[in-house]
Nanobody, 120 residues
Framework: QVQLVESGGGLVQAGGSLRLSCAAS????????MGWYRQVPGKQRELVAT???????IYSDSVKGRFTISRDDATKTVYLQMNSLKPEDTAVYYC??????????????WGQGTQVTVSS
């Protein structure tokens, strides 16, 4: 069973930084596009950033220039460095693994989420 385990969330003041990690297991990590999404109560889950197996990245406009996604295929870990945090970044952050562009018959996977709270 594929597992994605997030860590690194917490409470930080506005302007501060956090680094989220997502450790994957039982997965051919190198073929997956990895992503970070976030969700606040009452709203849909939204994309924060993705990184392909080739290292190409996509960021939402709201985090561009402040957040950086990276991956380490050797340790099967994806990171999200979050700088200049704002109260509106407060959310539960979820890790996602998706190989459907390579293996269309597979499903994507989600972690359990980690809470990020930014105080003003």
């Amino acid at each position: 069973q594929v597992q994605l385990v997030e860590s690194g969330g917490g409470l930080v003041q506005a302007g501060g930084s956090l680094r989220l990690s997502c450790a994957a297991s039982r997965i051919i990590f190198s073929i997956y596009t990895m992503g970070w999404y976030r969700q606040v109560p009452g709203k849909q889950r939204e994309l924060v950033a993705t990184i392909t197996n080739g290292g190409s990245t996509i960021y939402s406009d709201s985090v561009k220039g402040r957040f950086t996604i990276s991956r380490d295929d050797a340790t099967k870990t994806v990171y999200l460095q979050m700088n200049s945090l704002k109260p509106e970044d407060t959310a539960v952050y979820y890790c996602n693994a998706d190989a459907r562009s390579v293996l269309p018959s597979t499903r994507d996977y989600w972690g359990q989420g980690t809470q990020v709270t930014v105080s003003s």
